[in-house]
């Protein structure tokens, strides 16, 4: 017997102790002795050892699906109840890390403009220049940022960028949390869809720079994802409940 015969017997020797117990038990022996004899008169062991491969596969799931029991109801109701919780925390999880995400930014420029008004630098350098709308459609789905400087009162003084004309004015509550305790991250929602993601840092001399962010990309990207788990968990709870539905009555193999 060729090295090449002797792989193919031992593979499928192996392979054998993959059908169910009882199963195995009656036929095993039958089984090997079979492909030992169709190997020795096999001219081709190569195609002999694909047809072997595709037989034993298909016999694999034969059996199995008939040495099966019928799905319980009560635990495709527990594995749907775990995935849906599961697939809600991937839900959440992702939120997080794309708010998260959307302070990055803004965070990054408080801080830069905080030490370089610590140093003396003008504001007007820094923070002027182009003004951005951000009502605009081109601001709300971009990765442009808003920067702005306001006064110890909370109103603006300089900024890169206008609300419908007008510099920006978030509410001074936001101003009084954030001389209260610190840097203060908000969403701020002007109007109906305009989501900005605001990082508010007072500065040593009362005024307040304060930075931000269009929400509308992190939350698009989250939309998509949202559908993608949506669509995930219909398919799964379907074929669940599919599985239940066609092992509905059978009963289980017994041993024979």
């Avoid at 220049?129 to 300089?158: K, M, T, Y």
């Avoid at 920006?168 to 101003?175: D, E, L």
Wanted: glycine share 6%; charged share 15%.
């Amino acid at each position: 017997m060729t090295l090449f015969a002797r792989f193919i017997l031992t593979a499928y020797a192996a392979a054998l102790r993959l059908y169910p117990g009882a199963f195995r038990a009656k036929y095993s022996e039958q089984m090997l002795d079979a492909a030992r004899a169709s190997c020795a008169e096999s001219h081709h062991r190569l195609r002999f050892a694909l047809a072997l491969a595709a037989d034993t596969a298909g016999s694999l799931l034969r059996e199995h699906w008939r040495a099966a029991a019928p799905a319980s109801p009560g635990y495709a109701v527990a594995f749907a109840l775990i995935f849906s919780f599961a697939l809600f925390t991937v839900s959440v999880v992702y939120q997080q890390v794309l708010r998260r995400g959307a302070d990055q930014l803004p965070l990054k420029l408080v801080a830069s403009a905080s030490d370089q008004l610590a140093h003396g630098a003008d504001p007007a350098r820094f923070i002027g220049g182009h003004q951005r709308e951000i009502s605009s459609r081109d601001f709300l789905n971009s990765n442009q940022f808003i920067v702005i400087l306001f006064n110890q009162a909370g109103q603006p003084i300089i900024s890169n960028s206008t609300l419908h004309g007008a510099l920006p004015q978030p509410p001074v509550g936001i101003f009084r949390h954030a001389s209260q305790h610190g840097l203060y991250k908000v969403t701020w929602q002007p109007s109906r869809g305009i989501r900005v993601a605001l990082t508010v840092q007072p500065l040593p001399n009362g005024n307040f720079i304060v930075a931000g962010q269009s929400l509308i990309p992190s939350e698009t990207r989250e939309a998509a994802s949202n559908r993608l788990l949506r669509w995930i968990w219909l398919t799964i709870l379907a074929a669940t409940a599919a599985l239940v539905l066609l092992t509905r009555g059978r009963p289980p193999a017994t041993a024979s």
